[in-house]
């Protein structure tokens, strides 16, 4: 393996012992091998810190529970390796996931971070995605911006990058990775290796997209945050368009549930947004 294409893999896990083992067969079937694998428990209080005994070879970390992007922050640092591989806890891998990617940065030096497209099963049943999650390769940030169309399991990144971009932002309880993604687009050019090599498994109770309310009220706080940046106009202006759609998506359920601090907000923020434009 060459020192270049080291790869660090972080498994952010809480309370999934059960799946957690299928995740780590699907890195230890790889073709191409990581250079290590690293578990961050953050506070089960399930079988998990049991894993490394079927699984000796990782290296495991427990914190108390402080959320996923605390735990993905603590594997990056505790990586030694130039690229990151993240992986949920309740996904896995085609075996040959690290091999395309290693073979898709050879090819193209330049672009630091990359990252495949996915298959679906809910409740053991193969979905079909709609066209709202399509993949896209090179300058993506117009869009990546309505929603989330890259999965965390499904990127290599360099640490260079993370560098520059920073690092998952602990603050937000969910969309963390909308928001990292968002960062990278920016600037970045974002490969796309347009085959299925991750699965993902939806239907779980305590997967954080069924568990919060109104989404869009995260990623709301992500653009904001860009606003921030110097940014071109034309960015900026296609940032502050999104932020109208959104805000009228959330007043209209504000309305609907007679919130009326929300309703009061929204209507100043997409007020705001639209003579800024």
Known sequence: MSDNYNISVVIPTYNRFEVLGRALESVFSQTYHPKEVIVIDDGSTDETSQIQNLFPKIKYYYQENSGVSSARNLGINKSTCNWIAFLDSDDEWHIDKLKQ?????????????????????????????????????????????????????????????????????????????????????????????????????????????????????????????????????????????????????????????????????YKIKIKRYEYDR
């Open 101 to 265: 990617h290693v073979e898709f940065h050879k090819s193209s030096p330049d672009t630091l971070m990359s990252y495949t497209d996915e298959k679906w099963i809910r409740n053991g049943i193969d979905v079909k995605l709609s066209k709202k999650y399509q993949k896209f390769g090179g300058d993506i940030f117009a869009e990546c911006l309505s929603h989330c169309i890259i999965a965390p399991s499904a990127t290599v990144i360099h640490k260079s990058l993370l560098d520059e971009v920073g690092l998952f932002d602990e603050s937000l309880e969910v969309c963390e990775d909308y928001d990292m993604w968002l960062r990278v687009a920016l600037k970045n050019q974002i490969g796309l290796i347009d085959k299925k090599l991750i699965i993902k498994y939806g239907g779980a109770d305590d997967q954080l997209s069924s568990k919060f309310w109104g989404m869009d009220r995260f990623r709301v706080q992500a653009l904001e945050k860009l606003l921030d940046l110097e940014l071109s106009k034309e960015k900026k202006d296609l940032i502050r368009e999104t932020l109208v759609k959104k805000y009228r998506v959330l007043l209209k359920g504000a309305i609907k549930y007679d919130r009326m601090l929300q309703i009061k907000e």
